[in-house]
């Protein structure tokens, strides 16, 4: 047990040692991580960690993206990249070098790892340099990139669909919502809240009552003239995979699968009378949600839509050459 009332001062190399020998159940899956710190690629959890005064850790004040690669093909990295760089300008934060080489790095990340399907994470910070919220502070960025083990929802979650519940967590307002910093304490409020409840997964609301967004998910529905319908983009933040299953679902439109493809504001109820409820996400791409709370949504069954448009995009990650990052190992 810590003796936090009576700490010891250790010297450099018992804190070396100690760095080394402290159990991190949770790191099996940490492959790879570049750090503009020590200006490589490491390999060993023990060696990846952030400088306790950059201000991402004390002030969550930077950015940030999470693409997936999956048989070496990074999906839909441009559009993430480029979504960085929209936050980071957002916030005032100058990008340390263009997003070509960020690109280039974050596959020499995934190269280095030697796994083909992984998570790719890009954080783009204010930097190490003081401890007040004064930006000028920090001499430079702070680039971060690490891979790691992809989690994605089981198989049975696919075949039978989620559980979802509505949040009482306030969601962020519009311009916060709309940029993907490292401030992510009402996404892990809503999470905890889905997690106290027992659901899969929450959604939150806006300061208007109308349907926003997860913890790190879209949500979308089809409704019962078949038209599938998303929140605006105003108060969350719009996935890339979201805006890619917009896209394809526009082809199903073209085939009379779905009479339209819609941004709408969305309401609980809504929700409640939707045949199709489904959730987009990087790591989920499109799954299938069958209840809210304890009551079934639709006939309580996984939608054709939601099949269909998820076996569309999974056809799109493994064939599409214009939507995915090839790393070659």
Request: proline share 6%; net charge negative.
């Amino acid at each position: 047990m810590r003796d936090y009332a009576n700490p010891s001062v250790i010297s450099e190399a018992e804190a070396i040692n100690r760095l080394k020998a402290l159990p991190r159940p949770w790191s099996g899956g940490y492959y790879a991580l570049y750090t503009s710190w020590l200006d490589g690629i490491v390999r060993e959890p023990w060696l990846m960690s952030v400088p306790i005064d950059d201000h991402a850790f004390h002030r969550g004040d930077g950015v940030f993206e999470m693409s997936k690669c999956v048989g070496g093909r990074v999906y839909q990295f441009d559009r993430h990249l480029e979504r960085l760089a929209a936050s980071a300008q957002a916030i005032q934060l100058a990008l340390p070098t263009d997003l070509g080489t960020l690109k280039r790095l974050g596959v020499a990340v995934i190269k280095a790892t030697g796994h083909p399907d992984c998570a790719l994470r890009v954080y783009i910070t204010r930097g190490p340099g003081g401890f007040t919220t004064n930006p000028r502070e920090c001499p430079e960025a702070g680039v971060y990139v690490i891979a790691s083990e992809l989690h994605t929802p089981s198989p049975q979650a696919f075949a039978s669909g989620v559980r979802i519940g509505v949040s009482s967590v306030p969601s962020k307002s519009g311009f916060y919502a709309s940029v993907k910093s490292c401030n992510y304490l009402p996404n892990v409020l809503l999470k905890t809240e889905s997690v106290r409840r027992g659901w899969d997964y929450a959604i939150g609301l806006d300061e208007d009552g109308n349907l926003a967004e997860g913890s790190t998910e879209n949500v979308g529905l089809v409704d019962r003239q078949g038209r599938l319908l998303l929140p605006p983009p105003d108060h969350i933040l719009e996935g890339t995979t979201a805006r890619r299953a917009k896209e394809l679902a526009r082809s199903m439109v073209e085939e009379g699968l779905l009479k339209a493809v819609e941004n709408r504001t969305l309401t609980i109820d809504d929700l409640r009378a939707a045949s199709e409820v489904m959730l987009f996400g990087t790591t989920l791409d499109v799954l299938p949600v069958t209840r809210l709370e304890d009551q079934p949504l639709g006939d309580g069954q996984v939608g054709p839509v939601a099949r269909e448009l998820l076996a569309r995009m999974r056809r799109d990650l493994a064939q599409n050459p214009a939507v995915s990052t090839i790393v070659e190992f």
